[in-house]
C-alpha cells in the first residue's frame, strides 16, 4: 500500500511546481504592467491607442505569421539529417501552438510541440527536443549579433546616454568590478564538476549525460548536413519578418513614424533580449523593454507606455492566441486518423 505521507509529500510537491512555473511569472508579469500602467492616465492612455493606424498594426501581422512559417521550414532543417521527414504543415502548426501554450505556461510551449510533433511524426521526443534546443541556439546567437550591430551602429548615442546618466555607468562598472559575480561563476563551475565528478551514477545525472552525449551526437550529424546555405538564410529571414513585424508598427503611431530604422533596431533588440527572462509571452519584461528604448528616444513615457500595451495587445496576445488555437485545431484535425 501507498504511503499517504509520500502522496501528500508529491501533491505538495507538485502544486509548489505549478505555482512557480504558472503563477508566479504570470502575477508578476501582470504586476509589472499594473506598474507601468498605474503611473499613467487611463483615459490618455486610450486617446493615444485610439488615434493609432490600426490598419498598419493589422499589416504587421502578417510577417509574424511568416516568421514563424520559416521557422517551421528551418526546423524541417534540423530534423531531415537526423533521418526523418516531417511534413511542413504539422511542424508549422505545432510551431504556432506552441506559442499560444506559452502564453499559458512560460517555456512550457518548446515541450508541447515536440510532444505534439513526436505524437505526429513517430520521432522520438529526445530527438525533437535535441534539435529544439540547437533552434533556440541559433537564436540566441542571432539575438546576440542583432544586439551588438545595433550598439555598433549606435555606439555614440550611447556613450552620451551613460555621460547624461551617470548613476547608470556607475551601476554597470560596480557589477563588472565586483568580485561576487566572478565568484557566483566559478562556483557554478566548480558545483557542475562535482556533481557530474562523484555523483555519476545519480539516476539524474545519468540522464543529463545520456541526453547531453545524444544531442552532441546529432549536432555532429547536423553539422555535415549539406543544406547549411538553407539553414543560414533561414535565420536571415526568420530574423528579418520579426523586424518587420515589429518594426513596421512604428508607423501605426505619429510619435514613433518618424525614428528612423536605427531605433527601431535598437527597440528590437532589446525586446527580443528581454524574451530570455521565463514570463507569459513576454508579458511585463517586453514592455518595460520596449518603453526604456523609446523613451532613449525621447518619446515620452505616456506614449511608450500607449506603443508597447497596444503592439503586445494586438500582436502577442490576440495574434499569437488565434494562431495558436488554428494551429492547436488544425493539427488534431489533418492527424485525427494518425494512430
Not at 508566479?24 to 506598474?35: A, F, H, K, Q, S
Not at 546616454?161 to 557566483?184: G, H
Not at 546529432?218 to 535565420?235: A, E, F, P, V, Y
Amino acid at each position: 500500500m501507498e504511503n499517504p505521507n509520500k502522496v501528500t509529500t508529491l501533491k505538495k510537491s507538485s502544486l509548489l511546481n505549478k505555482l512557480i512555473k504558472v503563477v508566479l511569472p504570470l502575477v508578476l508579469g501582470i504586476y509589472i504592467v499594473y506598474y507601468l500602467i498605474n503611473k499613467i492616465d487611463i483615459h490618455e492612455l486610450w486617446l493615444v491607442l485610439k488615434g493609432a493606424n490600426w490598419g498598419i498594426l493589422i499589416f504587421s501581422l502578417l510577417f509574424g505569421l511568416l516568421g514563424n512559417t520559416i521557422r517551421a521550414y528551418r526546423w524541417a532543417l534540423f530534423i531531415r539529417p537526423l533521418g526523418y521527414s516531417p511534413k511542413l504543415s504539422n511542424l508549422s502548426f505545432a510551431i504556432y501552438g506552441g506559442y499560444a501554450v506559452n502564453l499559458a505556461i512560460p517555456r512550457a510551449g518548446e515541450i508541447w510541440k515536440c510532444g505534439m510533433t513526436a505524437k505526429v511524426e513517430k520521432i522520438p521526443f529526445t530527438k525533437l527536443f535535441g534539435t529544439m534546443i540547437l533552434d533556440r541556439i541559433f537564436d540566441m546567437f542571432t539575438v546576440v549579433f542583432i544586439s551588438i550591430a545595433a550598439f555598433i551602429i549606435n555606439m555614440q548615442f550611447f556613450i552620451s546616454q551613460l555621460e547624461q546618466n551617470k548613476s547608470t555607468l556607475d551601476l554597470i562598472m560596480m557589477i563588472l568590478k565586483s568580485p561576487i559575480l566572478y565568484i557566483a561563476l566559478v562556483a557554478a563551475i566548480i558545483t557542475t564538476y562535482i556533481v557530474f565528478k562523484f555523483f555519476k551514477e545519480n539516476i539524474i545525472v545519468v540522464k543529463v549525460k545520456n541526453f547531453i552525449s545524444g544531442m552532441l551526437h546529432d549536432m555532429k550529424t547536423i553539422w555535415h548536413m549539406k543544406t547549411k546555405g538553407r539553414l543560414l538564410l533561414s535565420t536571415i529571414a526568420i530574423w528579418g519578418s520579426y523586424f518587420l513585424y515589429f518594426y513596421i508598427t512604428f508607423y501605426a503611431f505619429n510619435f514613433t513614424e518618424n525614428l528612423g530604422i536605427t531605433a527601431g533596431l535598437i527597440t528590437f533588440a532589446l525586446s527580443s533580449l528581454s524574451m530570455i527572462i521565463p514570463s507569459n509571452g513576454g508579458l511585463g519584461p517586453w514592455q518595460i523593454a520596449v518603453i526604456a528604448s523609446l523613451m532613449l528616444y525621447g518619446v515620452s513615457e505616456l506614449n511608450a507606455t500607449a506603443f508597447a500595451t497596444g503592439v503586445f495587445a494586438i500582436q502577442s496576445i490576440i495574434w499569437t492566441t488565434l494562431c495558436g488555437l488554428f494551429g492547436i485545431a488544425a493539427l488534431a484535425i489533418k492527424n485525427r486518423n494518425n494512430k
